[in-house]
Nanobody, 114 residues
Framework: QVQLVESGGGLVRAGGSLRLSCAAS????????MGWYCQPPGKQREMVAA??????NYADSVKGRFTISRDSAKNTVYLQMNSLAPEDAAVYYC?????????WGQGTQVTVSS
């Protein structure tokens, strides 16, 4: 079983940057996909960025602004978010897919002021 802990959320002005971190522990080896999802208020959770065996995928809304990366030695996934806009405000969740089972972190709030 994989446990995920996110950090790095907070309040930022529009145009600013944040870096989210997701530390994974437990049975991390053999992980298929690691990624970030966001859930804006009143909306469904949606994929932001993911690292798969086939490469990296981004939601169209964040391409060119967000970058996902992974430090395998630290079992940590990062999401660098630049040029943040008010519509990026959401709870951001780290997710790990392994053996058909998805593990979720507790989420970290990102607030963007205009």
């Amino acid at each position: 079983q994989v446990q995920l802990v996110e950090s790095g959320g907070g309040l930022v002005r529009a145009g600013g940057s944040l870096r989210l971190s997701c530390a994974a522990s437990g049975s991390v080896s053999g992980t298929n996909v690691m990624g970030w999802y966001c859930q804006p208020p009143g909306k469904q959770r949606e994929m932001v960025a993911a690292i798969t065996s086939g490469g990296i995928n981004y939601a169209d809304s964040v391409k060119g602004r967000f970058t996902i990366s992974r430090d395998s030695a630290k079992n940590t996934v990062y999401l660098q978010m630049n040029s943040l806009a008010p519509e990026d405000a959401a709870v951001y969740y780290c997710a790990c897919l392994k053996g058909g089972v998805t593990a979720w972190g507790q989420g970290t709030q990102v607030t963007v002021s205009s």
